[in-house]
């Protein structure tokens, strides 16, 4: 019999563990490398044009970090270069997240810098997720503590793993224009099945060792029929994004030309600029986004506190 990819990475879980402090430590000198040559752009006797927005959750985030908005491109560096917690952060608190949005002028040795921590980003995130799958079996809890002491042994305790993620957004080639929007924060609702719920709770607790969990999975075995219907998963992006798109015109052939999606920019864009150091013509967005007017509508109103808090379950109030 075949074993199954989750059995494949338990037999191999020593030998992952074993290869995070290579990873790691590549992943740091190549933030280090690209935080230096953008640091190095800050002291050019020519100015490298700059756009940074400045929303509260971004000042905050500079403050953090101890640089200052009149130093974008040390701001940056530093950004790009807090792979783990601030001291003054609660570890494992995905809400220290630390964004700052905006798009920076670069020249082409950054761009292939920043594409370098890419990949050695993208390449410590496939480990984590093998480390992880080699822990399927346990509850979530004691996978994320197994994974934490692993990143411990490895010289790291204080990583921040959606800082090591999360890819830094490029333009390699200038294009002619760039696009800026803030989209709204949204919640998303959607009817869940008590099937599936169920389903979700057993993956997150699957040796019924956590109380927490098999005290929801009884609330959900105890739910009344008729309330089946009821069930609703809610998800709340808590911050408005910055939308980056690029456009290259094609006015030569008479085209239109092309309209590209870079992303969602919680870190500044870098943008090819050798021979200009300017950005490209963009839109001039207000730092804060603008707030929400949308009507909550009847059929989306929902009970106040969860249902099943391990899931964001509500029950909807039918009112």
Same mark, same amino acid.
């Given at each position: 019999?075949? $074993?199954?990819?989750?059995?494949?990475? #338990?037999?191999?879980?020593?030998?992952?563990?074993?290869?995070?402090?290579?990873?790691?430590?590549?992943?740091?000198?190549?933030?280090?490398?690209?935080?230096?040559?953008?640091?190095? *752009?800050?002291?050019?006797?020519? %100015?490298?044009?700059?756009?940074?927005?400045?929303?509260?959750?971004?000042?905050?985030?500079?403050?953090?970090?101890? @640089?200052?908005?009149?130093?974008?491109?040390?701001?940056?560096?530093?950004?790009?270069?807090?792979?783990?917690?601030?001291?003054?952060?609660?570890?494992? $608190?995905?809400?220290?997240?630390?964004?700052?949005?905006?798009?920076?002028?670069?020249?082409?040795?950054?761009?292939?810098?920043?594409?370098?921590?890419?990949?050695?980003?993208?390449?410590?995130?496939?480990?984590?997720? #093998?480390?992880?799958?080699?822990?399927?079996?346990?509850?979530?809890?004691?996978?994320?503590?197994?994974?934490? $002491?692993?990143?411990?042994?490895?010289?790291?305790?204080?990583?921040?793993?959606?800082?090591?993620?999360?890819?830094?957004?490029?333009?390699?080639?200038?294009? $002619? #224009?760039?696009?800026?929007?803030?989209?709204?924060?949204?919640?998303?609702?959607?009817?869940?099945?008590?099937?599936?719920?169920?389903?979700?709770?057993?993956?997150?607790?699957?040796?019924?060792?956590?109380?927490?969990?098999?005290?929801?999975?009884?609330?959900?075995?105890? *739910?009344?029929?008729?309330?089946?219907?009821?069930?609703?998963?809610?998800?709340?992006?808590?911050?408005?994004?910055?939308?980056?798109?690029?456009?290259?015109?094609?006015?030569?052939?008479?085209?239109?030309?092309?309209?590209?999606?870079?992303?969602?920019?919680?870190?500044?864009?870098?943008?090819?600029?050798?021979?200009?150091?300017?950005?490209?013509?963009?839109?001039?967005?207000?730092?804060?986004?603008?707030?929400?007017?949308?009507?909550? @509508?009847?059929?989306?109103?929902? #009970?106040?506190?969860?249902?099943?808090? %391990?899931?964001?379950?509500?029950?909807?109030?039918?009112?």
């Amino acid at each position: 019999m075949t $074993d199954s990819p989750e059995q494949k990475s #338990a037999a191999e879980l020593p030998t992952l563990i074993r290869q995070l402090p290579g990873t790691l430590d590549a992943m740091h000198h190549r933030a280090a490398d690209l935080s230096a040559a953008l640091a190095s *752009l800050e002291q050019s006797p020519q %100015a490298w044009e700059s756009y940074l927005l400045e929303p509260l959750y971004a000042k905050e985030a500079a403050i953090q970090l101890e @640089r200052s908005f009149d130093s974008p491109f040390s701001l940056t560096a530093a950004l790009f270069s807090q792979l783990n917690y601030c001291e003054q952060s609660e570890l494992g $608190d995905a809400r220290q997240t630390l964004q700052i949005p905006g798009i920076l002028a670069v020249p082409g040795n950054v761009i292939r810098s920043a594409q370098s921590l890419n990949e050695a980003k993208f390449a410590f995130q496939q480990l984590t997720g #093998a480390i992880k799958s080699g822990l399927a079996d346990r509850p979530a809890l004691e996978r994320n503590e197994r994974l934490r $002491d692993a990143l411990a042994d490895a010289g790291y305790p204080r990583t921040h793993l959606r800082q090591c993620y999360r890819q830094i957004l490029l333009c390699p080639e200038k294009p $002619d #224009a760039i696009a800026l929007s803030w989209i709204k924060a949204r919640k998303s609702i959607r009817k869940v099945t008590v099937a599936w719920c169920e389903h979700k709770l057993v993956q997150l607790d699957p040796q019924g060792q956590d109380t927490g969990i098999q005290y929801q999975r009884q609330l959900l075995a105890d *739910l009344h029929p008729s309330q089946h219907g009821m069930l609703r998963q809610v998800q709340v992006q808590s911050r408005p994004n910055l939308q980056v798109a690029e456009v290259f015109y094609d006015e030569e052939n008479g085209n239109e030309g092309s309209y590209r999606q870079v992303g969602y920019a919680a870190m500044p864009v870098l943008v090819e600029s050798e021979e200009t150091r300017r950005l490209p013509e963009f839109t001039r967005v207000e730092h804060e986004p603008p707030a929400s007017r949308r009507r909550q @509508r009847r059929d989306l109103r929902i #009970a106040p506190a969860p249902f099943l808090p %391990a899931l964001r379950v509500y029950l909807h109030t039918g009112k």
